[in-house]
Nanobody, 124 residues
Framework: QLALVESGGGLVQPGGSLRLSCAASGRSLRDYAIGWFRQVPGKAREGVACTSVSGGTTAYASPVKGRFTLARDYAKGTVWLQMNNLKPEDAGTYYC?????????????????WGQGTQVTVSS
């Protein structure tokens, strides 16, 4: 089982930035497709950004395009989500997910491994 750990969440004012990181305990993520998902109370998790194993394909949810960047360091085997110009509607619990295959859609059904989540609050 791949143990994913997210970090970097917190409270930020609207317009601010956060960088969420995802790492696997004792393992490298370089061979995994990665997705970042957000969940708010009472709603299902929704895809925010997903990237293929090679990093050649990265998809973003429309509301975050141009503001969020999913990047990975293959040498270190880590992944992060840079979130800029945050809005109150970006708040929620953010989950990192990984899978050895390349899901063709940014959907939680395509990922076998999940972190525990990190909370993002955007408020003045």
């Amino acid at each position: 089982q791949l143990a994913l750990v997210e970090s970097g969440g917190g409270l930020v004012q609207p317009g601010g930035s956060l960088r969420l990181s995802c790492a696997a305990s004792g393992r490298s993520l370089r061979d995994y497709a990665i997705g970042w998902f957000r969940q708010v109370p009472g709603k299902a998790r929704e895809g925010v950004a997903c990237t293929s194993v090679s990093g050649g394909t990265t998809a973003y949810a429309s509301p975050v395009k141009g503001r969020f960047t999913l990047a990975r360091d293959y040498a270190k085997g880590t992944v992060w989500l840079q979130m800029n110009n945050l809005k109150p509607e970006d708040a929620g619990t953010y989950y990192c997910a990984a899978d050895l295959g390349d899901p063709y859609v940014c959907s939680e059904d395509g990922y076998a491994h999940w972190g525990q989540g990190t909370q993002v609050t955007v408020s003045s």
